[in-house]
């Protein structure tokens, strides 16, 4: 699973066309939402599939159909090298980056952290059986209701302000 | 049972992989969509940690409000993308260089 995900999302990256990239990147989604399933969490793993494929990437491919028609002939003229010149400090910077973040992961040791120990001792991991989704639906309304109602605002200011943005100007 | 340093690894690999296609790319749609893989390495953080936290959940409930911020984020951007492509008729972040009247 990690290896799809890991290879599509490569592939993201590397790929010149628009297109190809985002339908990779479909399969990038798909690919986390079955890492999602491998924790235990199918709630997040369903949200996932329903708002990134269903919602977002939908709105990319509209976007790039509205703007895209000469992309695609300035995609097709200009034939770059694998890694050109340009790209060289973006490539030098993120494997620096990730030379230290990997170095930082491994040297964390993130599976003998207190907590993590402590809530093993108590019982408190996710099993398998367990029915996850009634125990967010639950938390969601109790502890997590004041999150909950900030971030419901903030989408509907989005979606307003989306709406605002794209309209067709009467005048001016 | 998979270890939370593997979870931590992908992560780590699909975040750089993000912040690759935000410096290099020549297209805006493209730049947003390394923003998305670097959001979703975060969920993956979230996620993998919130398994052990049965009680609150807090994990999950955080990444459902993640992937809610990134539909948002995603939705604004991609109308102010259709705007300046209006504008400049091009969406290369290099090219656009004046300032509207």
């Known amino acids: ?172 | 049972m998979i270890s939370l340093t593997n979870y931590l690894i992908v992560s780590v690999a699909l975040f750089c992989i993000g912040m690759y296609m935000v410096l290099s790319k020549h297209n805006a749609i493209q730049i947003l969509i390394g923003i998305e893989l670097m959001l979703n390495a975060a969920n993956l953080n979230l996620v993998a940690f919130g398994k052990y936290d049965s009680a609150n959940n807090a994990g999950q409930i955080f990444t459902l409000f993640t992937i809610v911020m990134a539909a948002a984020t995603t939705a604004v951007a991609l109308a102010i993308i259709l705007n300046v492509y209006k504008q400049y008729k091009t969406i290369d972040p290099d090219k656009i260089d004046k300032l509207g009247d």
């Not at chain 1, 990437?57 to 159909?65: D, G, N, P, R, W």
């Not at chain 1, 910077?93 to 207190?114: G, I, K, R, T």
């Open chain 1, 1 to 172: 699973m990690a290896f799809i995900t890991l290879g599509s999302a490569v592939f993201v990256a590397v790929t010149k066309n628009l297109v190809r990239s985002i339908f990779m990147f479909f399969i990038t989604l798909f690919g986390l939402a079955g890492l999602y399933i491998v924790c235990l969490a199918d709630f997040v793993a369903i949200t996932q599939i329903v708002i990134y494929i269903g919602g977002i990437l939908v709105l990319m491919l509209f976007a790039f159909m509205l703007s895209g028609r000469d992309n695609l002939n300035n995609f097709l003229a200009q034939r770059k090298p694998f890694i050109s010149v340009k790209n060289l400090p973006a490539v030098i910077l993120v494997l620096l980056f990730l030379v230290v973040m990997l170095n930082m992961v491994v040297s964390v040791d993130a599976d003998n952290f207190d907590w993590i120990k402590k809530s093993i001792a108590n019982k408190n991991t996710l099993l398998p059986t367990e029915n996850t989704t009634e125990n967010i639906g639950v938390n969601l309304m109790t502890k997590y209701l004041l999150p909950f109602e900030a971030i419901s605002v903030l989408l509907m200011v989005a979606l307003v302000g989306a709406a605002h943005l794209s309209r067709k100007e009467k005048k001016v």
